[in-house]
């Protein structure tokens, strides 16, 4: 290829927001600017690198350069990277990539081509005072209705924090009907009773109903899960739990039993089987999730948990010998320490093994960041005798979505419309004939 080819093709690569302008200002001018949706320019300001304008010459590059700043967009010209490939004969990404690439080659020696990774991060833009309002008026409806609106004030909760929660541009969907979730809440409330009022009755019959209800502990994991992933939506594509009773049984039944009698042994492996049986079994329609996790990593968590709890109370022990006002604090620090750990730990390694079909997840939480959040918000619903919980709630939703993100391999369009007409032909969508969530 000549230089000459090489110079007349250039991208604008988006680099952030310029300082003294406002996110929500950008966003707008961005989006006034291309003729597109706040949501695609949202897109664009979440991420990156992305590719704002490609297969143009210098001078007009130049031109996108300047008007970009004027609305608060820092931006790059650069030489496109297929084009700079074919001048070194070096095979590389596509110019829309913002992550890595993945070989792929056929059998029939064809010339090797790339999937790319596109680097799709979650956008949580829901606000604190939004969401209050909604959280006030569900408590307050449901102490009236002595706790029957709580069917519908679930599923608003999960609407608001849904419809809130974008990825690609489109947000998530809750349809589930509240008087489903009440006829499962009722159920669990009769079972409630019994049990209650067995065990006043008879020690014999309070253990009768309590090995009952290990029983039926995984029909209701089941019944519960298939339910959420039921109407759960993206793309007007429902997620499918397809966990089977035996397997539940196995994963919170029979191996925590076995961790239990190991003296904390195998609890690190019942935890890796409840994980695999929970995100192993979910697919976005007909796609399966493929749950990639092994058990090392998470006896390498339980492990240095019991590390820390043992510095943390020995420490603690030490300092109760000097000063014992200094025992509580802490004890305290360290189960802090311990919960942040568990949860980021855990979290990143669920979601990091999470593949469906050429897409995969990415988790990059972080303890001390998940700390200040739970410390800060632990703080604020103290101070506020609890009315901060819905900026709690809110906060929370916005860093998970801050620090997760699809590495997606191809158009998210087209992948959710194939399962869309996967499912359409499959008939999924109809649900059971006991269509209910049950919960304890």
Known sequence: MSDSALENHFQVVYSGVLPGFSHSDVRSALAQLFKTTEEKAERILA???????????????EKYLEKLSSIGI??????EPALVASAYEVPVAPATATGGAERISSNAGAATQYKTEEHVPFIFTGNGFEYFKIWIVNILLSIVTLGIYSA?????????????TLLDGVSFSYTANPVQILIGRIIAFVFFVVYAVAG???????????GLLLIVLPWVICKSLRFNAHYTQYRNVPFVFHGRLGEAALAFLLWPLLGAVTLGILMPYAFYQQQKFIYGNHSYGTAAFDFKATVGPYYSIFLLILGILVVGGIAAFVAGMVLPLLAFPLVAA???????????????????SIHVREHRFQARWRVQSYL?????????????????????????ARYKARHTSLLAVGDLDSFAAAERNAVGSLGEGVGDLFDIEVGF
């Open 372 to 396: 200040w959040l739970m410390v800060t918000n632990t703080l604020g619903i103290l101070v506020t005798l609890g009315f901060f919980l819905p900026w709690a709630r809110v906060r929370t």
């Open 334 to 352: 360290a189960y802090l320490v311990v919960f942040a750990y568990f949860v980021v730990a855990t979290s990143n390694l669920n979601y990091n």
């Open 74 to 79: 820092d931006a790059q010209l650069k030489p």
């Open 200 to 210: 006043e009755l008879s020690v014999v019959a309070g253990m009768v109903m309590g």
């Open 152 to 164: 519908w004030a679930k599923v608003r909760n999960k609407q608001y924090f849904y419809g809130n």
């Open 47 to 61: 991420s990156n690198r992305a590719v704002i304008k490609a297969g143009i010459d210098q001078t007009l590059g």
